[in-house]
T-cell receptor, first 110, second 114 residues
């Protein structure tokens, strides 16, 4: 599996945007960029995924660099409920599993 | 919104006993997975299951583990003879296809081996 690099932790203030970075310099042409999050004491939760173009959904936006070697998950207005570990995962569309790294622990300050 | 349901939420068992963890995946999903997370550690892949057979498994998934989809709705993980180090949260997941769609995870079963 291709590797991703994320900061161990980040802090943000409530009601402000949050930009969570992810580097994936060894990404291959068939890798999709997936983001999941894990709230305390819960299972992982799918957030968003993309291939080349930026993507938006009701939870977040995903900005993908033109060379695809990095991406940023954007939470437009963080709430206390967004405090979680966020995982950036590369998934080959031929692969039968996703592999979790350590992710970024996001703290939201009231 | 459809959910993956796992039962029980917490199971305590004695070392050496067999346990079966149960999952009901989303009904139109075709790919099923088990993951585990030891307290304070990463979420680890155990096994993937498609078309009534294992499609991939990790090194953790040794002969003590087995999976089954007995009736077209349930998906089970059996641990034949539990060890202390099997204590963890076990998460079931499913997805519509093996390709680009996201996984839906259950809330997990906390297994405590004493």
């Amino acid at each position: 599996d291709a590797k991703t690099t994320q900061p161990n932790s980040m802090e943000s203030n409530e009601e402000e945007p949050v930009h969570l970075p992810c580097n994936h310099s060894t990404i291959s042409g068939t890798d999709y960029i997936h983001w999941y999050r894990q709230l305390p004491s819960q299972g992982p939760e799918y957030v968003i995924h993309g291939l080349t173009s930026n993507v938006n959904n009701r939870m977040a936006s995903l900005a993908i660099a033109e060379d695809r070697k990095s991406s940023t998950l954007i939470l437009h207005r963080a709430t206390l409920r967004d405090a979680a570990v966020y995982y950036c995962i590369l998934r080959d569309n031929r692969d039968d599993k996703i592999i979790f790294g350590k992710g970024t622990r996001l703290h939201i300050l009231p | 919104e459809p959910e993956v349901t796992q039962t029980p939420s917490h199971q305590v068992t004695q070392m050496g006993q067999e346990v079966i963890l149960r999952c009901v995946p989303i009904s139109n999903h075709l790919y099923f997975y088990w993951y585990r997370q030891i307290l304070g550690q990463k979420v680890e892949f155990l096994v993937s299951f498609y078309n009534n057979e294992i499609s991939e498994k990790s090194e953790i998934f040794d002969d003590q583990f087995s999976v089954e989809r007995p009736d077209g709705s349930n998906f089970t993980l059996k641990i034949r003879s539990t060890k202390l180090e099997d204590s963890a949260m076990y998460f079931c997941a499913s997805t519509r296809t093996g390709g680009v769609y996201g996984y839906t995870f259950g809330s997990g079963t906390r297994l405590t081996v004493v």
